[in-house]
């Protein structure tokens, strides 16, 4: 059975802290990687992976894949209140399947 | 609409009740999905419309489930027989297909509650 875990559950940092989320996997015929940013109840696309060792990004975000050890990792640096939210790793196999999240808060 | 809208926001409904969830994707977009968020879950993929093709069920949980896209835009999401584990957030989300299947933009979801 297809499976994305992400680690930590929840997440606490100060503002200026650099974060980084893990999600590993288990799916089959891979397609792509994708991480999503839930705020309120609507997620928010991030970043789609397919290659291993390439990495995105976008401002103060940026995320990598390894598809040899099966995880990715989102990195948030110098953080904000504003990025407070929860993180959602998927992977698109032969269905899209979602990890449960990180909750991340960004304390000022 | 400029974004995917959905209805209503909150339903409550007894159990055993029918209810039935609507999404309004955006205009242009071939691709519709619909999923759902249990307390402290993530996102489950419930079922996948794209263009005309039969669309991709595999994750309606039970026969109680069923959607449909009429004209290619606005899906319904019915379930019948409530039960309380159908308590959730219900998802909607569209994209262009295709090429671009996976820059998804979600709707605001409905939060049902059966009693």
């Known amino acids: 059975e297809d499976k994305v875990v992400q680690s930590p559950l929840s997440l606490v940092v100060h503002e200026g802290d650099t974060v980084t989320l893990n999600c590993s996997y288990e799916?089959?015929?891979?397609?792509?990687l994708l991480w999503y940013k839930q705020e309120k109840k609507a997620p928010t696309f991030l970043f789609m992976l397919?290659?291993?060792?390439i990495e995105k990004k976008s401002g103060r975000l940026s995320s990598i894949l390894d598809k040899k050890e099966l995880f990715s990792i989102l990195n948030i640096t110098a953080t904000q209140t504003g990025d407070s939210a929860i993180y959602l790793c998927?992977?698109?196999?032969?269905?899209?399947?979602f990890g449960a999240g990180t909750i991340l808060r960004v304390k000022s | 609409g400029a974004g995917v809208s959905q209805s209503p926001s909150n339903k409550v409904t007894e159990k055993g009740k029918d209810v039935e969830l609507r999404c309004d994707p955006i205009?242009?977009?071939?691709?519709l999905y619909w999923y759902r968020q249990s307390l402290g879950q993530g996102l489950e993929f419930l079922i996948y419309?794209?263009?005309?093709?039969?669309?991709?069920k595999s994750g309606l949980p039970s026969d109680r489930f069923s959607a449909e896209r009429t004209g290619g835009s606005v899906s319904t999401l019915t379930i019948q027989r409530t039960q309380q584990e159908d308590s959730a957030v219900y998802l909607c989300?569209?994209?262009?297909?295709?090429?671009?299947?996976?820059?998804?933009?979600f709707g605001p979801g409905t939060r049902l509650t059966v009693t």
């Open positions: 998927a992977v698109d196999g032969n269905k899209l399947v």
């Open positions: 989300a569209s994209s262009l297909g295709g090429t671009h299947y996976y820059e998804q933009y």
């Open positions: 205009s242009g977009h071939t691709a």
């Open positions: 419309f794209q263009g005309n093709s039969a669309p991709d």
């Open positions: 397919t290659s291993s060792g």
């Open positions: 799916v089959t015929n891979f397609r792509s």
